[in-house]
């Protein structure tokens, strides 16, 4: 961004201050926090104060572009960026949504209106764009995303090998990964329940990264099911490139799902994706050839690990490089131009 002379400056409006706030900060960027929601008690009179805030902010600073990721509040974000007087402004949908009847015709409304307001619209994937399309009648650009080549770069056999033996697993254990809070439409229950039906013989090793609901309701779920000893919550991590170089196959079993972007980092270091067949991961299905998809069911769950359990490891190896190779060719960091070049010619 240095070299083509951009200056990013970011909001967040979540209720509090996460982890990434001052990993950002640190990083050199300038960050301003408003509360938009997320307190039930006072929830009208927050939105109003950060809707206040937010343009407050924005006639003292002037930006060439506003781009807003956020689904919650983009009405309001998009008014108060209108109102302060920025004509430029671009929304990425990152998700694929299908809200019942009512919500679905007040999203195109809001949708229509600031697309008649001049804002412009943009995804992460082509499927998220032909939904928008489909759904809600609004022409999206399609952006490819990119990962950090740096942190997510291939992990060959030798490398693996010394990584297990650090952590005391062994080459022959079958090492599973997902990453994503825990929700229902995260779906990780289904791994839960296909990982209590797996052969006794068959070692495996389970990771989940991402935070826990409040209940702990996947770990109880693990320990009802008695393989709680074999599944290890890390819980949010900024970094867990070590567990996924750990790893050989990457589980994504959501009920909705946009473009994953972390099935695209596993899948650059060369873990085998296995993904439910719903929208979003029916991209990555169908440019990674390898990949593997699902019923949203235990037995086609079972199905597929067993499936690459039969590999010979030379297979694996092959199979683990060559969906490797497919990733960095179409989500490499060169996709990061796409969008620069996008805002010059906005």
């Given amino acids: 961004m240095k070299k083509e002379k951009i200056r990013s400056y970011i ?16 990083k050199g960027y300038k960050i301003k926090h408003i509360k938009f929601n997320k307190n039930k008690a006072f929830r009208s009179l927050i939105r109003l104060l950060g809707f206040f805030s937010l343009l407050n902010y924005l006639l003292k600073n002037k930006f060439d572009i506003i781009h807003i990721h956020t689904e919650a509040n983009f009405f309001k974000i998009s008014m108060c960026a209108i109102l302060s007087g920025h004509r430029k402004i671009i929304r990425t949908v990152h998700s694929v949504f299908f809200p019942d009847f009512i919500l679905r015709f007040r999203r195109r409304l809001i949708l ?70 825990c929700s229902t439409i995260k779906n990780h229950n289904l791994i839960l329940k296909t990982l209590s039906i797996l052969p006794k013989n068959l070692d495996w090793i389970y990771y989940h990264v991402g935070n826990e609901d409040k209940n702990k309701s996947e770990r109880k779920l693990a320990k009802e099911l008695n393989i709680e000893k074999k ?6 991590k900024h970094s867990y490139t070590n567990f996924a170089h750990l790893s050989d196959i990457f589980i994504m079993p959501s009920l909705v799902e946009g473009l994953g972007v972390a099935t695209i980092e596993a899948s650059a270091i060369g873990l085998i994706p296995i993904l439910t067949k719903v929208q979003g991961n029916n991209e990555i299905l169908k440019k990674i050839k390898g990949s593997i998809g699902i019923q949203r069911n235990s037995t086609s769950l079972k199905k597929a690990i067993l499936k690459i359990n039969r590999l010979k490891q030379k297979q694996k190896n ?24 996008y805002y010059k010619d906005i």
């Fill in 11 to 26: 909001v967040s409006t979540g209720h509090k201050i996460g982890p990434a706030y001052n990993l950002l900060k640190s």
């Fill in 112 to 181: 229509k209106f600031c697309e008649f307001l001049k804002v412009k619209y943009t995804s992460t994937s082509d499927i998220v764009a032909k939904n928008e399309f489909k759904n809600y009648n609004i022409k999206v650009t399609p952006q490819h995303i990119w990962y950090d080549e740096s942190k997510f770069f291939f992990i060959n056999k030798s490398r693996k090998k010394k990584l297990r033996s650090k952590f005391k697993i062994s080459v022959n254990t079958l090492v599973f990964l997902s990453v994503g809070n």
């Fill in 231 to 236: 599944c290890k919550f890390l819980g949010a």
């Fill in 318 to 341: 092959k199979l683990s490089f060559s969906i490797h190779q497919q990733v960095k060719k179409i989500w490499s960091k060169k996709n990061i131009y796409t969008v620069i070049n």
